[in-house]
Structures are given as structure tokens and as C-alpha cells.
């Protein structure tokens, strides 16, 4: 019995310390100076693949579509990874995560914005009064446009100055939007994919955000803490 003890108690003293070691470990990563050209460096990638792949003729049969596409997958990606930095800040205790959010959330609308410019460019030649009617006449467009709607205010107000000219609270209140952006984000996934029946990934995306939202709200109504 006396073994059992000892050997627990070691095991729990173990992990305790390679807990403390790994949260240092990313503390310690996190406010490096050159993290925030690694992130940088993260979030363009995806963009430089794009670029180099249609200078290149690699991008399959239709690129444009593939970039729409490509665009549009990258754009909920990083606003999966974005509303990911609060619930992990809290659980692992890594309040050097808070940093990271906001260029996060830009890269998110920068991706949007090149998949609103492929859907303008490519399939409707910047033509803007069809480009009204597109999204007026198919759910799954207007339902992408008010999301991207959402998110420019949002964008446009992601700067210190922005904190101090609305005030704290009415800069919270509109930053929320992003969890209405979520829910639009992952219908118009939906809609586009319902043509296909090919639901997989859309299955995917949305228990990611489900799970994200469902602990903002278990945590509201404290829930957990």
C-alpha cells in the first residue's frame, strides 16, 4: 500500500511539474518578439500557396473556383482558430494568448475579403448590378454578404484608438457580432454544400463552432469558470 502511495504521489507530482513546464514553455514562446513574424508567416501561407499556384497553372482544372473555394475554407478556418484563443487562454492560463486574437480576427476578414473578390471577379465580373441581384435572389450569397457586413465593422475597429473612441463596453457589444458571423458563416457553408449533398466538412465546422460557442455561454452563465 505504502508503494501505491508513493508511486501516485510521484505520478501526480510528475505530471504537476510537466504541466507547469509545458505552460512555461508557451509563455515563454508567446512573448518572444519573432512569435509575431512566425504568426505572420502562418497566416500568409495559405495566401503565397494560392498566389504561386495560380502564377503556375497548379490549381486544377477550374482556378477560379478553386480559389473561391480556397478563399472561402481559409476565411472559417482562422475564425474557428480566432474564437479558439479565449477558451484556451482560460483553460491552459496562458493570458499572453489575448495578444494574438486581434491579428487573428484580421487575417479572418483579409481572407474574407479576397473570397468576396473572387466571387466578384470571377463569377460576376464586377458587375454590380448583377452582383445585387445574386445576392438578393440566392440565400447562400446574402447569407456570406451579411456575414462579411459583420465582420467590417469588426475589422475597422480592431485598434486601441477604436477602444477609446467607442468605449470599452460599446466596443465589446460590437465585437460580439462575430458569434452571429459564426452562425452565418457555417449556413452559407451549408447552402453551397447543399447542392453537392456533401456535408462532411460542413458537419466539421460546425461542431468546432458549436463547441466554441456552447463554453462562451457556459461560461456566462457560469457554468464554468
Not at 487562454?89 to 473578390?117: D, S
Not at 447542392?195 to 464554468?224: D, M, P, Q, T
Request: hydrophobic residues 60%; contains cysteine.
Amino acid at each position: 500500500m505504502a508503494t501505491r502511495r508513493k508511486w501516485a504521489s510521484s505520478t501526480q507530482a510528475w505530471t504537476s511539474v510537466s504541466c507547469i513546464d509545458v505552460t512555461a514553455l508557451l509563455r515563454q514562446v508567446l512573448q518572444h518578439r519573432g512569435f509575431k513574424w512566425v504568426l505572420w508567416v502562418l497566416c500568409l501561407l495559405p495566401f503565397a500557396w494560392l498566389v504561386w499556384g495560380a502564377a503556375n497553372d497548379a490549381l486544377g482544372a477550374n482556378p477560379a473556383e478553386y480559389l473561391s473555394r480556397a478563399t472561402g475554407d481559409w476565411t472559417l478556418r482562422l475564425l474557428c482558430v480566432a474564437l479558439a484563443v479565449t477558451p484556451l487562454r482560460v483553460m491552459l492560463r496562458l493570458p499572453e494568448l489575448a495578444k494574438w486574437r486581434r491579428m487573428l480576427g484580421l487575417f479572418t476578414y483579409f481572407y474574407a475579403v479576397l473570397h468576396l473578390l473572387c466571387y466578384s471577379w470571377f463569377d460576376m465580373g464586377f458587375e454590380w448590378a448583377d452582383m445585387a441581384a445574386d445576392i438578393a435572389k440566392r440565400p447562400f450569397i446574402w447569407v456570406g454578404f451579411a456575414a462579411f457586413v459583420l465582420l467590417t465593422p469588426m475589422a475597422l475597429t480592431s485598434f486601441n484608438r477604436a477602444i477609446r473612441w467607442l468605449g470599452a463596453k460599446r466596443w465589446q457589444w460590437l465585437h460580439r457580432l462575430v458569434y452571429a458571423v459564426a452562425v452565418l458563416v457555417v449556413l452559407h457553408f451549408f447552402w453551397m454544400r447543399a447542392g453537392k449533398n456533401n456535408f462532411a466538412e460542413v458537419l466539421v465546422y460546425a461542431s468546432v463552432l458549436f463547441a466554441l460557442l456552447a463554453w462562451r455561454f457556459l461560461r456566462a452563465v457560469g457554468f464554468i469558470r
